[in-house]
């Protein structure tokens, strides 16, 4: 398959200080693509996730959004943020705000809409995410999972070109998991690029293009998930396979 690309990492390398988190790491999601990034605790899966937004600074390297260098500071980094979505494993939702309030907020303040407008996106959105009737409820009325789906819409509702996931559904109840992930799916039948690190191995095997398996800060593999999942060809990704299978 051959697409456009959205990001490209060229030879990206970054630090915390002495401790060298993300090793030449080249990578590739093309537009519409559903890239699912692997591996075990602290090999850089969040940190990958945080550079591709410029919530981190690289030491080298390059990184694209639609050919574009990311912007390091002002109003084309508020725009940058704005066009990569990210969802983390915390909702970090308003407390104090409506569900509604908390779609309606960004797209107000950084999208510059009007507040009927934006209301009328955010409930359009809510109804994607199944909470159409729960717009004008409170954060702390609602499941782990009813949150999850809020910070989905609220992050949609800037028009993102990319959707990050940052373990989505690893906070939540078991039986809360794939009420996620089914937005998560449909959102990826839509068309939607996205790069999702999770442990949801059906969510990789069913709905991702790729599959990136990382270690110690390097892409291991990166490969379709069918060759993955039968046919692992590092010992670290076997090794971290049979741990979880
Ligand atoms: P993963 O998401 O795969 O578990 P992370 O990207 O969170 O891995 O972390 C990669 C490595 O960087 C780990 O060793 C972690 O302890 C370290 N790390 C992450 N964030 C910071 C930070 N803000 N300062 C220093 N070290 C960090
Ligand atoms: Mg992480």
């Not at 939540?172 to 990826?188: G, H, T, Y």
Request: net charge neutral; proline share 4%; glycine share 6%.
């Amino acid at each position: 398959m051959t697409v456009d690309p959205l990001i490209e990492l060229r030879d990206v390398n970054k630090y915390y200080g002495e401790l060298h988190v993300l090793r030449d790491i080249d990578l590739t999601v093309g537009k519409g693509e559903v890239v699912v990034v692997i591996g075990p605790s602290g090999s850089g899966k969040s940190t990958l996730c945080r550079t591709i937004n410029r919530l981190e600074t690289i030491q080298s390297g390059s990184i694209r959004l639609d050919g574009q260098p990311l912007p390091d500071e002002g109003k084309a980094l508020a725009r940058l943020r704005a066009e990569v979505g990210m969802v983390f494993q915390s909702f970090n939702l308003f407390a104090h705000k409506s569900v509604l309030q908390n779609v309606s907020l960004a797209q107000i303040k950084v999208r510059g809409r009007k507040r009927e407008e934006a209301d009328q996106r955010s409930r359009a959105l809510l109804e994607r995410v199944g909470l159409a009737a729960h717009a004008e409820k409170y954060p702390a009325q609602l499941s782990g999972g009813q949150q999850q789906r809020v910070a989905i819409a609220r992050a949609l509702a800037m028009d993102p070109k990319v959707m990050l996931f940052d373990e989505p559904t690893s906070a939540l109840d078991p039986e809360m998991i794939n009420e996620v992930l089914d937005v998560m799916r449909q959102l990826a039948r839509d068309g939607m690029t996205m790069v999702v690190v999770t442990h949801e191995m059906g969510f990789a095997r069913s709905a991702a293009n790729r599959v990136v398996f990382m270690a110690d800060g390097r892409v291991i593999e990166d490969r379709a998930p069918e060759d993955f999942f039968t046919r692992p060809e590092s010992d670290r990704a076997k090794d971290f396979l049979s741990k979880i299978l």
